[in-house]
């Protein structure tokens, strides 16, 4: 059970319970997961657990020779000879590039030309099996011609005049920007405090545990193509379909099975969709493509890899002044979230402190490695990396604790920030003050012994964006609701659960909405056909999202109920009230009747009752503030709101192997409202998990070719149960009145404070700061044996 | 070439044409059709295909299936009571909210099963130790360790 | 990716089973517990025509302990069998612990101690306390038997002393004096599904003042091609009372003695740095235990 449960938030005194919208039964409630039994039982159907009849399976051949080579030539013939071969598919078949950003979009469904990437499908095959298509790909014989390898993104610009990755960045930029609010230079000058810092981050991967898989069934009399995917974007899937299949969307339909975690990997059209597809609509029949490991380890579009330089300034008193910031980001082969991922580095620096000058240049650069794109937290957990290490080594240089400098600088309800990105509400202090008491900080800082740390980070991250990613002003989701005699309340919306829980979330706010219970309510999400519209799981977008729409329906909805029920009832239908499924007035309460059978009056007299609900986001634009223009790329980072959060890290370094152990961390989180509190427990715990790993040893190997060295689980390291520490997370109290039900997100907010926060106990426990993760125990050894060689060369005793 | 091999798999028996090549995880799921076990790595890597032979954990993607022959099954499908109720295991994971995305969980609920057996009254580090093979990528184990915690009491107290 | 095909063969005997290698000969592959065997197929590195799967040979199972004479265990018996023995961690601590220490519950179910010798992996668990112990091994064939430590057995990275037509049937464990303890200690990137940076395992004995050490072997897995014995330790700390400073002499001189490698898990530098804090932090254990005798 989480902090919720045990307190009573939503009983305020003297405000009766008919007009406290706060006072909730179905939200708030740490109800188990509707898909939880089904799961449980193995009975959850996945995309790879799929079979339809004559179905068939797909394999993509790939470059394991070259990270960066032409294609001269492709011989697929004795594939084609193989028995139980039934056809073969080349880049060259669908050339038509795809890619969620529409203005970036550089990929192809297999390769054309040339490969970018060791690992890059360069052709496909169909076969009765499996193992045969395997077989066959063995067989397809790719002549290549080897191009110079560009590894790292400086040497990339740098021998761009000798070697560019894509004809149209001849300088091996993807995207570049600057962006500046106020006179940064000039409030520099007036800054009592200044440090400079630069950091790297490393490239984790997503590493749900579920490989993509697809399912492609093309109907070659009606030319319909269903396609069931293991993905969290089943528009944007649909979309880029429609463009490589060149079929209008309306003759595809896209169907998710449950899916196995995607943290932002299945967050882009995958070559397995596009390959199942093709296969399908050449042969007539189903085929399956289910990724191996390696192969999402070579596809999987994982973090950029980030390499910053900072400058921050303080006035005397403490309060930041400026901040100057210079991103580099490695973009690996192809374009996919690169433009949104690097404006959203930008944009981090406006949050969670007040920020009145800022600065920033930042360039994406390609790269002949896998292509980065949208992690957990995506443009949000490098920026916070630094900030929040350099804000402690500022309160560090002010002689103060880190907690007072960032109690000190946090923003409250209703900041507006430099780049006009609007922040409704916030409890970012309380965060902080609640990780803080509960952790003991304070007295902990400073004060352990020597290979024990404690360290502090904030975070924040958005609640959805402010704009498709395409030029569009429909809205983000709509929400259907059906209420009937037959299915009762249903719930249609073509949202993408992927195992954060959308589903039981959307019950709980439908049911609070319509007065019923959560129990009653069923929810259809993952379909673009039977859903209503929804732009899919990402930006931590779908709660307040949903939530919206949900509440529009279900106002209707109740509008129709209320008049039924007050002609039977003999009174007027606004002074009636919905509630744990009864209609009653609020005035006379003996006035009441069951909400089913108001149901059954209706739909007998006037049929099934369905409603749709419709979710816009504010569209605030990209500005300075102060002088009004526009500033490029700066639409990126606002959201309708922002939820926060502050973790406690307490760390054990072994000082002689270099090991660092996180022991227990404090958490304290503003999601707003939270509809099911053990679902944020849970979403926040995986979280800290998460880039717990990222920050200590996972990391993606390449050698000097652009070899990946480590695309598997014994060498591609994530966390184990061994590795968890002990966590006490805390919702912290929080209602945003600008949100339905009041809610913000916690899906991605919770991962920013990781890195800083272990990083600044690491210093804390060894008196060594760390400007680049993952921190390993070979470069904690290393820092050790400088720092000592430094104190013993020194002799004065001095440290 | 393929050879006849009985599997017996949740109580049922199911004489099941194999090559030696094939894995126990894809006869399971392809040839006897119960597709809870689960394939992550295909390397023994990460938990997701584990299931019981003879009460044993194994990793039955790197396991051959041909090596079975003869041997009892159990996989997630065979967790529940006979009357379809969820067994102590599988209700503590979904009440203590221990399943997320869920691709992980047939493997965790095969090798929960297989440690309480083995261990009814594990201890913290025994459940860390012993469920280490199976990597979960949502959940941060947190809440699976309590739905083992709990499992095991309301397990021992139907002993009693 | 899926293995190549090939013939299975599951013989009952001994007997049965040297008939077969002695018929297909090096088209052959031995299956003990597939754990390496399977993933190496699986990533093509090898593709044997034939596999013997030898699990359903009793006469290569168990582990049996006979007061005075040792201990005696099948190659094919579990790494958890071994992990769960009371027996074998009552006499061989050391070797329990690291069985215990080996990938993951799944895995220790699956392996086998054969294996895990026989795959000549420098960074496998077991053979470096099973050497500490002074175990030799049995390799049988269809004309007799031959015997030799372990660490004659194990020749290099997976190269092994097997002719064709021979198998690795058992362990022996000499007794252990009563008052040997036997430590293990690992180090890798996580605690847990590791392969192991460094691994080592010690045994030490003290006399009767329990301060002078009677005997001590240290050997150290992952730093060389194959479990290397440090006879610089027995030679620093033999016959001396034992002290910090003494172990911490002994741990660098185990450093001297370490061949490291650098791969995608770790450098040669840092792995040197290891061998001296687990060899002293070992040491010390092992010590502070052999008090307690």
Same mark, same amino acid.
């Given at each position: 059970?989480?902090?919720?449960?045990?307190?009573e938030?939503y009983?305020?005194e003297?405000?009766p319970?008919?007009?406290?919208?706060?006072?909730?039964?179905?939200v708030g409630?740490?109800?188990p997961r509707? &898909?939880?039994?089904?799961?449980?039982?193995?009975?959850s159907?996945y995309?790879?657990?799929?079979?339809?009849?004559?179905?068939?399976?797909?394999?993509?051949?790939?470059?394991?020779?070259y990270?960066?080579?032409?294609i001269?030539?492709?011989?697929c013939?004795?594939?084609l000879?193989?028995p139980?071969v039934?056809?073969?598919l080349?880049?060259?078949?669908?050339?038509?590039?795809?890619?969620?950003?529409?203005?970036?979009a550089n990929?192809?469904?297999?390769?054309v030309?040339k490969?970018r990437?060791?690992?890059e499908?360069?052709a496909?095959?169909?076969a009765?099996?499996?193992?045969?298509?395997?077989?066959?790909?063995?067989?397809i014989?790719?002549?290549?011609?080897?191009?110079p390898?560009?590894?790292?993104?400086f040497e !990339?610009?740098?021998?761009?005049?000798e070697?560019i990755?894509h004809?149209?960045?001849?300088d091996?930029?993807?995207?570049k920007?600057?962006?500046?609010y106020?006179?940064?230079?000039?409030?520099?000058?007036?800054?009592e405090?200044?440090?400079?810092?630069?950091?790297k981050?490393?490239?984790p991967?997503?590493?749900?545990?579920?490989?993509m898989s697809?399912?492609?069934s093309?109907?070659?009399?009606?030319?319909l193509?269903?396609l069931?995917?293991s993905s969290?974007?089943?528009?944007?899937l649909?979309r880029?379909m429609?463009?490589?299949?060149?079929?209008?969307m309306?003759?595809?339909?896209?169907t998710?099975?449950?899916v196995?975690?995607?943290?932002?990997g299945?967050?882009?059209?995958a070559s397995?969709e596009?390959?199942?597809?093709?296969?399908?609509?050449?042969l007539?029949?189903p085929?399956?493509v289910?990724?191996?490991r390696d192969?999402?380890?070579?596809?999987?579009?994982g973090?950029?890899?980030?390499?910053?330089?900072?400058?921050?300034?303080? &006035? #005397?008193?403490?309060?930041?002044?400026?901040?100057?910031?210079d991103?580099?980001?490695?973009?690996?082969?192809y374009?996919?979230?690169?433009?949104?991922v690097?404006?959203?580095?930008?944009?981090m620096v406006h949050?969670?402190?007040?920020?009145?000058?800022?600065?920033?240049?930042?360039?994406?650069?390609?790269?002949?490695?896998?292509?980065?794109?949208?992690?957990?937290?995506?443009?949000?957990v490098?920026?916070?990396?630094?900030?929040?290490?350099?804000?402690?080594?500022l309160?560090e240089?002010?002689?103060?604790?880190?907690?007072?400098?960032?109690?000190k600088?946090?923003?409250?309800s209703?900041?507006?920030?430099?780049?006009?990105?609007?922040t409704p509400?916030?409890?970012?202090?309380?965060?902080?003050?609640t990780?803080?008491?509960?952790?003991?900080?304070?007295?902990k800082?400073?004060?352990?012994?020597?290979?024990?740390?404690?360290?502090?980070a904030g975070?924040?991250?958005?609640?959805?964006?402010?704009y498709t990613?395409?030029q569009s002003? #429909?809205?983000?989701?709509?929400?259907?609701?059906?209420?009937?005699?037959?299915?009762?309340v249903t719930?249609?919306?073509?949202?993408?659960?992927i195992?954060?829980?959308?589903?039981?979330?959307?019950?709980?706010?439908?049911?609070?909405a319509?007065g019923?219970?959560?129990?009653?309510?069923?929810?259809?999400t993952?379909?673009?056909?039977?859903?209503?519209?929804?732009l899919?799981?990402f930006a931590?977008r779908?709660t307040?999202?949903s939530?919206y729409?949900?509440r529009?329906?279900a106002?209707?909805?109740?509008?129709?109920?209320?008049?039924?029920?007050?002609?039977v009832?003999?009174?007027?239908?606004?002074?009636?009230i919905i509630?744990?499924?009864?209609i009653?007035?609020?005035?006379?309460?003996k006035?009441? /009747?069951?909400?089913?059978?108001?149901?059954?009056?209706y739909?007998?007299s006037?049929?099934?009752?369905?409603?749709?609900?419709?979710?816009?986001?504010?569209?605030?634009?990209?500005?300075?503030?102060?002088?009004?223009?526009?500033?490029?790329g700066a639409?990126i980072?606002h959201?309708?709101?922002?939820?926060?959060s502050?973790?406690v890290h307490?760390?054990?370094v072994?000082?002689?192997?270099g090991?660092?152990?996180?022991?227990?961390?404090t958490?304290?989180?503003?999601?707003?409202?939270?509809?099911?509190?053990?679902s944020v427990?849970?979403?926040?715990?995986g979280?800290?998990?998460f880039?717990?790993?990222?920050?200590?040893?996972?990391?993606m190997k390449?050698?000097?070719?652009?070899k990946?060295?480590?695309?598997n689980?014994?060498d591609y390291?994530?966390?184990?149960?061994?590795?968890m520490?002990?966590?006490?997370?805390?919702?912290?109290? !929080?209602y945003?009145p600008?949100a339905?039900f009041?809610?913000?997100?916690?899906g991605?907010g919770?991962?920013?404070?990781?890195?800083?926060?272990?990083?600044?106990?690491i210093?804390?426990?060894?008196?060594?700061?760390f400007?680049?993760?993952?921190?390993?125990?070979?470069?904690?050894?290393?820092a050790?044996?400088?720092?000592?060689?430094?104190?013993?060369?020194?002799?004065?005793?001095c440290? | 070439?393929?050879?006849?091999?009985k599997?017996?798999i949740?109580?049922r028996?199911?004489?099941?044409?194999v090559?030696?090549? &094939?894995?126990?995880?894809?006869?399971?799921?392809?040839k006897?059709?119960?597709?809870?076990?689960?394939?992550?790595?295909?390397m023994g890597?990460?938990g997701?295909?584990?299931?019981?032979?003879?009460?044993?954990p194994?990793?039955?993607?790197i396991?051959?299936?041909?090596?079975?022959?003869?041997k009892?099954?159990?996989?997630?499908?065979?967790?529940a009571?006979?009357?379809?109720?969820?067994?102590?295991?599988?209700?503590?994971?979904?009440?203590q909210?221990?399943?997320?995305?869920?691709?992980?969980?047939?493997g965790?609920?095969m090798?929960?099963?297989?440690?309480?057996a083995r261990?009814p009254?594990p201890?913290?580090?025994?459940?860390k130790?012993?469920? !280490?093979?199976?990597?979960?990528?949502?959940?941060g184990?947190?809440?699976?360790?309590?739905?083992i915690e709990?499992a095991?009491?309301?397990?021992?107290e139907?002993?009693? | 990716?899926?293995?190549n095909?090939f013939?299975?063969?599951?013989?009952?005997?001994?007997g049965?089973?040297?008939?077969?290698?002695?018929r297909?000969g090096?088209?052959?592959r031995?299956?003990a517990?597939?754990?390496?065997?399977?993933?190496?197929m699986?990533?093509?590195?090898?593709?044997?025509?034939?596999?013997?799967?030898?699990n359903?040979?009793?006469?290569?199972?168990?582990?049996?302990?006979?007061?005075?004479k040792?201990m005696?265990?099948?190659?094919?018996t579990?790494?958890?069998?071994?992990?769960? !023995?009371e027996?074998?961690?009552r006499k061989?601590?050391?070797?329990?612990d690291?069985?215990?220490?080996?990938?993951?519950?799944?895995?220790?179910?699956?392996?086998?101690?054969?294996g895990?010798s026989?795959n000549?992996?420098?960074?496998?668990?077991?053979?470096?306390p099973?050497?500490a112990?002074?175990a030799t091994?049995v390799?049988?064939?269809?004309?007799?038997?031959?015997?030799?430590p372990l660490?004659?057995?194990?020749?290099?990275?997976?190269?092994?002393?097997?002719k064709e037509?021979?198998?690795?049937?058992?362990?022996?464990?000499?007794?252990?004096?009563?008052?040997?303890?036997?430590?293990?200690?690992y180090?890798?990137?996580?605690?847990?599904?590791?392969?192991?940076?460094?691994n080592?395992?010690?045994?030490?004995?003290?006399?009767?003042?329990?301060?002078?050490? #009677?005997?001590?072997?240290l050997?150290?897995?992952?730093?060389?091609?194959?479990?290397?014995?440090?006879?610089?330790?027995?030679?620093l700390l033999t016959?001396?009372?034992f002290?910090?400073?003494?172990?911490a002499k002994a741990?660098e001189?185990?450093q001297?003695?370490?061949?490291p490698?650098?791969?995608?898990r770790?450098?040669a530098?840092?792995?040197?740095? /290891?061998?001296?804090?687990?060899?002293?932090?070992l040491l010390?254990?092992?010590?502070?235990?052999a008090?307690e005798?």
């Open positions: 059970m989480g902090a919720w449960d045990q307190r938030n009983v305020r003297g405000k319970s008919y007009l406290d919208e706060r006072r909730f039964t179905q409630r740490s109800v509707i &898909d939880g039994p089904a799961k449980a039982k193995g009975e159907i995309t790879a657990d799929m079979v339809l009849p004559n179905m068939v399976y797909g394999k993509i051949k790939r470059c394991k020779e990270a960066h080579a032409k001269k030539k492709i011989d013939s004795k594939a000879a193989l139980g039934l056809a073969v080349t880049g060259d078949e669908a050339p038509n590039k795809w890619g969620i950003v529409p203005a970036s990929e192809t469904a297999l390769a030309d490969v990437f060791y690992g499908g360069v496909a095959v169909a009765i099996d499996e193992e045969t298509a395997e077989a066959a790909c063995d067989l014989e790719v002549e290549y011609e080897p191009l390898v560009l590894l790292d993104p !990339s610009m740098a021998r761009a005049s070697v990755i004809e149209n960045a001849p091996n930029i993807m995207h920007g600057d962006q500046i106020g006179d940064v230079d000039k409030a520099f000058e007036k800054c405090y200044i440090l400079e810092r630069e950091f981050t490393g490239r991967q997503q590493c749900y545990i579920e490989p697809a399912v492609a093309y109907d070659t009399q009606n030319g193509l269903r069931w995917a969290q974007v089943p528009h944007y649909h880029q429609s463009i490589v299949l060149e079929m209008p309306s003759k595809i339909r896209v998710l099975p449950t196995g975690g995607g943290f932002g299945k967050g882009e059209a397995s596009f390959v199942a597809c093709l296969l399908s609509r050449k007539g029949m085929v399956k289910t990724y191996d192969e999402v380890f070579f596809t999987s579009k973090r950029h890899p980030c390499y910053m330089k900072w400058k921050i300034g303080l &006035d #005397k008193d403490g309060y930041i002044q400026a901040v100057d910031f991103n580099t980001l490695d973009k690996g082969a374009a996919g979230w690169g433009v949104v690097m404006f959203y580095t930008a944009s949050l969670p402190y007040k920020v009145p000058n800022a600065r920033t240049h930042v360039r994406n650069v390609y790269t002949n490695k896998p292509t980065t794109g949208a992690m957990r937290g995506l443009g949000g490098q920026p916070r990396f630094a900030m929040e290490c350099m804000l402690d080594e309160a240089m002010m002689g103060i604790s880190p907690y007072e400098l960032k109690m600088n946090a923003i409250e209703g900041y507006t920030a430099i780049n006009n990105m609007y509400h916030t409890e970012y202090k309380k965060c902080l003050q990780a803080v008491e509960k952790s003991g900080y304070l007295e800082h400073g004060k352990l012994p020597f290979g024990k740390g404690i360290g502090l975070g924040y991250y958005i609640t959805g964006t402010a990613l395409y002003y #429909k809205p983000h989701t709509s929400v259907t609701i059906k209420v009937d005699t037959e299915g009762g719930v249609l919306c073509a949202a993408a659960e195992g954060q829980g959308c589903n039981t979330v959307m019950a709980q706010m439908a049911a609070e319509l019923v219970h959560y129990e009653d309510v069923h929810v259809q993952g379909d673009t056909e039977i859903g209503s519209f929804d899919g799981s931590s779908l307040y999202g939530g729409a949900i529009e329906a106002k209707e909805i109740n509008e129709k109920l209320k008049a039924m029920a007050g002609g009832l003999g009174c007027r239908a606004d002074q009636l509630k744990d499924r009864k009653y007035s609020m005035f006379e309460p006035f009441t /009747i069951d909400w089913a059978t108001v149901v059954q009056k739909v007998n006037v049929g099934a009752l369905i409603a749709t609900g419709h979710f816009s986001p504010p569209r605030r634009k990209g500005i300075d503030i102060i002088t009004g223009n526009r500033v490029q639409n980072g959201s309708p709101t922002f939820g926060f502050c973790q307490e760390v054990d072994d000082v002689e192997t090991r660092v152990y996180v022991k227990k961390v958490e304290a989180g503003d999601c707003g409202t939270a509809v099911n509190p053990m427990d849970g979403q926040v715990e979280s800290i998990v880039n717990m790993g990222a920050a200590l040893y996972e990391e390449f050698d000097a070719n652009g990946h060295l480590n695309p689980f014994h390291k994530c966390p184990t149960f061994m590795e520490p002990d966590m006490d997370t805390n919702i912290v109290e !929080s945003d600008t339905p009041g809610v913000k997100e916690t991605e919770a991962v920013q404070p990781t890195f800083p926060a272990i990083t600044n106990a210093y804390d426990a060894i008196g060594v700061r400007y680049e993760v993952p921190i390993t125990p070979e470069m904690i050894l290393k050790l044996k400088e720092k000592k060689e430094k104190e013993a060369g020194c002799g004065c005793g440290s | 070439m393929k050879q006849l091999i599997l017996e949740n109580g028996v199911y004489d099941v044409p090559s030696p090549r &094939d894995v126990l995880a894809d006869v399971i799921r392809k006897v059709g119960l597709t809870g076990t689960k394939k992550g790595c295909g890597d990460c997701a295909c584990t299931v019981l032979v003879e009460g044993k194994i990793l039955s993607c396991t051959l299936a041909i090596t079975c022959n003869g009892k099954i159990t996989t997630v499908e065979g967790l009571l006979p009357d379809g109720q969820m067994h102590p295991i599988q209700e503590a994971f979904v009440n909210g221990a399943i997320q995305c869920g691709f992980c969980t047939p965790m609920l090798s929960a099963k297989g440690l309480l261990n009254k201890s913290l580090y025994d459940i130790h012993e469920m !280490s093979g199976n990597i979960c990528r949502c959940t184990f947190k809440r699976i360790i309590e739905a709990v095991s009491e309301t397990m021992s139907g002993v009693k | 990716m899926f293995m095909q013939e299975y063969f599951a013989p009952k005997t001994p049965e089973a040297f008939e077969l290698m002695g297909l090096s088209k052959a031995i299956l517990g597939g754990t390496e065997l399977v993933i190496l699986k990533d093509r590195i090898i593709r044997p025509e034939c596999l013997i799967d030898i359903n040979i009793e006469e290569f199972k168990g582990i049996k302990y006979e007061p005075g040792g005696v265990i099948g190659a094919t579990k790494i958890a069998d071994i992990q769960y !023995s027996i074998v961690k061989y601590y050391a070797l329990a690291a069985a215990g220490e080996i990938g993951s519950s799944q895995v220790r179910h699956m392996g086998t101690i054969g895990n026989c000549a992996s420098p960074s496998a668990e077991t053979p470096t099973l050497v112990y002074g091994v390799v049988s064939s269809a004309t007799g038997e031959r015997e030799m660490e004659e057995f194990i020749q290099g990275v997976r190269m092994i002393d097997l037509g021979e198998l690795l049937t058992k362990f022996k464990l000499p007794e252990p004096s009563p008052k040997l303890v036997g430590r293990y200690a180090m890798g990137a996580r605690d847990a599904n590791e392969i192991d940076f460094v080592m395992a010690v045994t030490l004995e003290l006399e009767d003042d329990k301060q002078t050490v #009677k005997s001590v072997k050997v150290m897995g992952s730093v060389f091609i194959k479990p290397l014995i440090s006879t610089a330790v027995t030679a016959g001396q009372k002290s910090d400073e003494l172990a741990a001189a185990t001297g003695e370490a061949k490698i650098t791969d995608v770790a450098s530098e840092y792995r040197h740095e /290891i061998v001296g804090v687990l060899a002293r932090r010390k254990e092992a010590f502070g235990a008090q005798v």
